[in-house]
């Protein structure tokens, strides 16, 4: 009996390793002119530059992460104005204390996942999530936020987590985060089922946010795809 656990266990491994291993997060760098890519273990965080300093999307896995990649990008993490965070789970937000300057905006449906009203469902387990400041302001689904000339609205995007929510840049640019995996030829599919609180309704989401017209997406765990015009 316990052979055929440990099989059934090490199979389960396999298949996470497998599945974990096809994602192409990017290494540290820049995307274009004004658009960098953090790489905290197996995910981005991204660095956008505006006129008044700069703004990330997501807050990669830990402090330590990020202040390294910050390095790197010649960045000064003091020079973040905002962080929006696309969801709560702990690889997107842990490092959120390396930009002590920033307002941190979290979508306003993702705040159950913090006080316990909603449960986080992923492989088998149930639980919350946790950010590591108190200080946050939360986005409504479709609610603008400007940053001098650049504007952030936030669109609800659920499944992966009952709150994830993208951002769409100056009507050009779609911050993902996990809402949907990116294939090589741009094509938008629903995450890995076990890793989503709910499959059938990221699978929804998915298709809805093909029909935004955008000219570049990015993803934290598939890198970017750039459409023609």
């Not at 316990?2 to 192409?24: H, N, Q, T």
């Not at 274009?32 to 703004?55: C, H, P, Q, R």
């Not at 490092?95 to 159950?112: R, T, Y």
């Not at 890198?223 to 023609?228: A, K, S």
């Amino acid at each position: 009996m316990l052979i055929i656990v440990a099989a059934i266990l090490l199979g389960v491994f396999a298949y996470v390793f497998y599945k974990v291993s096809d994602m192409v997060t990017m290494e540290t760098g820049k995307v274009n002119n004004f658009l960098y890519a953090g790489k905290t273990g197996f995910v981005n965080f991204f660095v956008m530059e505006y006129d008044s300093g700069l703004i990330c999307f997501d807050a990669g896995n830990s402090i330590a992460e990020v202040e390294i990649a910050m390095k790197e990008l010649n960045l000064n993490v003091k020079d973040v104005t905002h962080v929006f965070l696309t969801h709560s789970d702990g690889d997107h937000v842990n490092g959120v204390e390396a930009f002590p300057n920033a307002k941190i905006f979290l979508p306003e449906k993702e705040v159950g996942l913090l006080d316990g009203m909603v449960t986080r469902k992923i492989f088998f387990m149930e639980g919350s999530n946790k950010l590591p400041v108190d200080n946050y302001l939360t986005m409504k689904n479709q609610e603008t936020i400007m940053a001098g000339e650049v504007s952030v609205k936030a669109t609800s995007a659920p499944g992966h987590t009952p709150g994830h929510t993208v951002f769409l840049v100056n009507d050009s640019i779609l911050f993902a985060g996990d809402a949907f995996h990116l294939a090589e030829d741009g094509t938008y599919e629903a995450l890995w089922a076990p890793i989503n609180n709910d499959y059938e309704r990221a699978k929804e989401t998915a298709e809805t946010l093909r029909n935004i017209p955008i000219s570049l997406v990015v993803t934290a765990h598939d890198g970017y795809y750039r459409f023609e015009k």
